[in-house]
């Protein structure tokens, strides 16, 4: 396994830690080295350019971006590198995540994002769709992914297990 972060995680405030945590305990799980960041697209832009610019040159393949309120930071990620972003809207505000996720997945025409869920479970999934974009290229990581997936389908037949005995 590599030494050098291959996902970074870049969150508009120190807040988002809460819900982007489990992005990193995810990876973590999986054994996929990164980074997290605190970085906003408006109060920090240079930092969030810098770090976008210099992403690839220091080995990340992947970079996962989480805001709330007008949530410009995944787009700011991805007008400055060609690297997969993935954002993860931030849920608590004034519509508890919508206008995260509209202003997140709403992105022009040549700008993609790829956005997940609202909250927890978008966190997790950035997580896994950035395992899964790393295993096209990496034979452990797809074997570790694969096996993550069957522990899923174990646990849901042993789940069904447990309802009907």
């Known amino acids: 396994m590599t030494s050098h972060p291959l996902v970074g995680i870049l969150m508009g405030s120190k807040s988002d830690w809460e819900t982007m945590q489990h992005t990193a ?3 973590k799980s ?3 080295p990164y980074e997290a960041h605190v970085a906003s697209a408006h109060r ?13 040159g220091r080995g990340m393949k992947v970079i996962i971006a989480a805001a709330g309120g007008a949530a410009h930071l ?3 990620c991805a007008s400055k590198t060609h ?11 004034a519509t508890e995540g919508m206008d995260s996720l509209l202003s997140t ?4 025409s040549g700008i ?3 956005t997940l869920a609202i909250g927890k479970a978008g966190a997790i999934n950035a997580a896994l769709l950035a395992t899964s ?7 452990g990581i797809r074997e570790r992914y694969l096996a993550f997936r069957e522990a899923q389908v174990e646990k849901a037949l042993k789940d069904d297990d447990l309802v009907m005995p």
Not at 105 to 108: A, K, L
Not at 133 to 139: F, P, R, V, Y
């Open 133 to 139: 974009i790393l295993s096209l290229g990496d034979t």
């Open 105 to 108: 997945v709403q992105m022009p």
């Open 25 to 27: 305990l995810t990876l």
């Open 44 to 56: 920090t832009p240079e930092k969030v350019v810098e770090f976008c610019k210099g992403a690839e």
């Open 83 to 93: 690297l997969p972003v993935l954002g993860v809207p931030m849920k608590g505000w």
């Open 74 to 76: 995944a787009g700011v």
């Open 112 to 114: 993609p994002v790829g």
């Open 30 to 32: 999986l054994g996929i």
